[in-house]
């Protein structure tokens, strides 16, 4: 008899909070947590990075993990470029990163948002038909793709704490809550 591991393939985009309240540490921690989360992809799954502040930029598109130096490299060069700065918004964030993956031929299809949770555009329209700056829109875009959405919320200010978790609920994710000084937990919760 032989166990063979028959896990489908994933295909994960990584976006990392780059924005200037992702100072003190947070954003060494966001970058240590990236690393541990394409470590335990296997060879035969997807990854690609997005940093995001005001605006998004993909870093690496979404590429076999078989290429984990190219990816890898892409993280530690986000450390290198600085403390971040700007703004902290979600929205472009999050759709582009589920139209970089809707294409990838898997079934299951991952965004892990990486933030100390303090966007400036909220997780709902509200009552202003106008309002164009909220995020929900996209996680709802993605939804229809079957593209799900997990937080890791990096030295979080408590205040947050209820959007971040509404965030990943509805992004049919996971919601995890990192203080700073627990940075030890992220290698548990990305195998998870």
Same mark, same amino acid.
């Given at each position: 008899?032989?166990?063979?591991?028959?896990?489908?393939? +994933? *295909?994960?985009? +990584?976006?990392?909070? *780059?924005?200037?309240?992702?100072?003190?540490?947070?954003?060494?921690?966001?970058?240590? @947590?990236?690393?541990?989360?394409?470590?335990?992809?296997?060879?035969?799954?997807?990854?690609?990075?997005?940093?995001?502040?005001?605006?998004?930029?993909?870093?690496?598109?979404?590429?076999?993990?078989?290429?984990?130096?190219?990816?890898?490299?892409?993280?530690?060069?986000? #450390?290198?470029?600085?403390? #971040?700065?700007?703004?902290?918004?979600?929205?472009? *964030?999050?759709?582009?990163?589920? &139209?970089?993956?809707?294409?990838?031929?898997?079934?299951?299809?991952? +965004? +892990?948002?990486?933030?100390?949770?303090?966007?400036?555009?909220? &997780?709902?329209?509200?009552?202003?038909?106008?309002?164009?700056?909220?995020? #929900?829109?996209?996680?709802?875009?993605?939804?229809?793709?079957?593209?799900?959405?997990?937080?890791?919320?990096?030295?979080?200010?408590?205040?947050?704490?209820?959007?971040?978790?509404?965030?990943?609920?509805?992004?049919? #994710?996971?919601?995890?809550?990192?203080?700073?000084?627990?940075?030890?937990?992220?290698?548990?919760? @990305?195998?998870?």
């Amino acid at each position: 008899v032989q166990a063979i591991d028959s896990s489908p393939p +994933i *295909a994960v985009m +990584i976006v990392v909070d *780059a924005s200037g309240s992702m100072s003190s540490g947070r954003l060494d921690a966001a970058l240590n @947590a990236a690393t541990a989360l394409v470590g335990v992809l296997s060879d035969r799954d997807y990854c690609g990075v997005i940093s995001f502040s005001t605006k998004a930029a993909e870093e690496i598109n979404v590429i076999p993990v078989s290429q984990k130096d190219k990816i890898l490299d892409t993280i530690e060069a986000l #450390g290198a470029s600085g403390d #971040g700065g700007g703004g902290t918004v979600f929205s472009g *964030a999050i759709q582009n990163a589920g &139209l970089a993956l809707a294409p990838i031929p898997v079934e299951r299809r991952h +965004i +892990i948002l990486i933030t100390d949770g303090n966007p400036e555009d909220s &997780l709902e329209q509200g009552d202003d038909p106008n309002n164009q700056n909220w995020y #929900g829109r996209y996680i709802d875009e993605n939804n229809k793709k079957d593209i799900t959405l997990s937080v890791f919320a990096v030295g979080m200010n408590r205040d947050k704490y209820e959007q971040m978790q509404k965030t990943a609920e509805r992004a049919h #994710g996971n919601f995890y809550d990192i203080p700073l000084s627990e940075q030890n937990k992220i290698n548990l919760y @990305a195998r998870q």
